[in-house]
């Protein structure tokens, strides 16, 4: 059996081990199946409403003339118009309506606002009447923008739950001589659809299909996310070749770290020593095996704690259960489910390391980020952490708390000391992803 085989049996034994536990939380309350109906439609309510208020949202700023534009001086500086080459425009629509700046919202306005700052592009808005809107006003300029030929749409953000905005929007480009170019974080959603709710599931190959497939190129956050959209359209193969580049994500936040972080996340670093883990509850971070392996190691009586911080996702309610009334909750385990980046730039600062169990990723964000502050790394043995990480991460055999835990252990018994983990800031991340869109630098293709 190839380890690839390997990997994909163990995480479909997790994922059914998952499953099972979050089917024992809904049935442990004595409800009958009309309440329980409900209450599993509420889960997917909370998922959905905020889609929804944001569309509502955006409505009532239409009716009543309100432009959300951020105010230039957001941007650290001055915006410089490009002068040089096609103009290349950065679509940064779902981002602007959620007004989220985490996961990938993170990396599309620190992507878009070095673009900004350096002249290398012009961040924008789709409306619902097809119109290209600058997103930050520049002195002189119209805030409208019309496509021209040469132009470059860079399907910059995470489109899969707007995807029927997009269409009409790239043909519109085609139409006037430009070309369409679509960033991918992971196809996840497409090669393990039981980590997913179905209608993220349905979106996303909804999006897939009709985004993707018909752009003129794609370019990916990693060379493993690029190899698997090869291999997706290899094995399912339709409609015209596809040509793939990469780029990678940078990891300097301290901007968006101003202000003062929570006395949650100060007295969690006066405390005991404790290792780190950033990014959103859902089974594919693998938090019960990181938890699993801390509770092996709390055992054995060691003072060393074990700090979350990400919101809550979806099908982890059993997981939610467990962290909210373990024994060592807000002693030596401790969730931050609404952190600011202050609290996760300090907390990054005085970790002893930090534990990425993730059974699948795009990237791995946190691995980088934590190499820029100088903090040690432990990861699950995955291609995309291989590539990412590289000699300077700890590596662990996935979905295994004792192989985490003997990592975690001979972290300890080290000095606290920086990976050797290259690490690039956003605007180089800026800077090679343009490069790699302009010079047309698309070495993959799929079929």
């Known amino acids: ?166 269409p009409a929007a790239m043909r519109r480009v085609k139409e006037r001589g430009g070309t369409n170019v679509v960033a991918i974080y992971d196809i996840l959603p497409l090669l393990h659809p039981p980590l997913f709710n179905l209608q993220v599931g349905a979106d996303f190959a909804r999006w897939f299909d009709e985004i993707v497939r018909n752009a003129d190129a794609a370019i990916a956050i990693s060379r493993a996310t690029a190899e698997s959209v090869v291999d997706y359209l290899a094995a399912k193969p339709g409609g015209k070749p596809l040509p793939v580049g990469w780029w990678g994500l940078g990891a300097d936040f301290a901007k968006a770290a101003s202000g003062a972080p929570s006395a949650k996340a100060r007295r969690i670093t006066e405390g005991p020593p404790y290792f780190l883990s950033v990014g959103t509850l859902e089974p594919r971070k693998a938090y019960p095996t990181a938890l699993a392996a801390f509770e092996q190691i709390w055992a054995k009586g060691a003072e060393i704690g074990y700090t979350i911080v990400g919101r809550p996702g979806w099908n982890t309610t059993a997981l939610q259960e467990r962290l909210r009334g373990h024994p060592e909750a807000g002693r030596r385990l401790n969730w931050l489910d609404q952190a600011s980046d202050a609290d996760l730039h300090l907390l990054y600062a005085r970790a002893r390391g930090t534990v990425n169990a993730s059974v699948a990723e795009g990237f791995g964000l946190p691995v980088v980020e934590a190499a820029m502050q100088g903090v040690p790394v432990i990861a699950s043995d995955i291609a995309i952490f291989r590539e990412v990480g590289g000699s300077g991460a700890r590596y662990f055999e996935l979905l295994d708390p004792e192989s985490l835990a003997a990592a975690i252990e001979a972290t300890l018994a080290e000095p606290r000391r920086a990976p050797r983990i290259e690490t690039i800031g956003w605007r180089q991340s800026a800077e090679e992803m343009v490069r790699v869109i302009r010079d047309g630098d698309f070495p993959l293709r799929g079929a």
Not at 32 to 38: C, E, F, Q, V
Not at 97 to 115: L, Y
Request: proline residues 7%.
């Open 1 to 166: 059996m190839s380890d690839i085989e390997t990997q994909r049996r163990k995480i479909d034994a997790y994922l059914l081990e998952t499953l099972s536990a979050e089917l024992d939380a809904l049935n442990r309350y004595p409800i009958d199946r009309y309440s329980k109906w409900a209450y599993v439609r509420a889960l997917e309510f909370c998922w959905t409403s905020s889609r929804a208020l944001r569309h509502l949202r955006e409505g009532v700023d239409r009716l009543r003339g309100v432009t959300r534009a951020e105010p230039p001086n957001d941007l650290g500086g001055e915006i410089r118009e490009p002068t040089q080459g096609p103009r290349l425009l950065i679509d940064m629509t779902p981002t602007v309506r959620s007004g989220a700046k985490t996961g990938i919202q993170r990396v599309v306005r620190e992507i878009a606002r070095h673009c900004a700052l350096a002249g290398l592009g012009t961040p924008i808005t789709i409306q619902k009447d097809g119109r290209f809107q600058r997103r930050y006003p520049v002195a002189g300029l119209p805030e409208e923008i019309e496509p021209e030929p040469g132009d470059i749409l860079l399907l910059l953000d995470a489109a899969w739950n707007e995807a029927a905005l997009y």
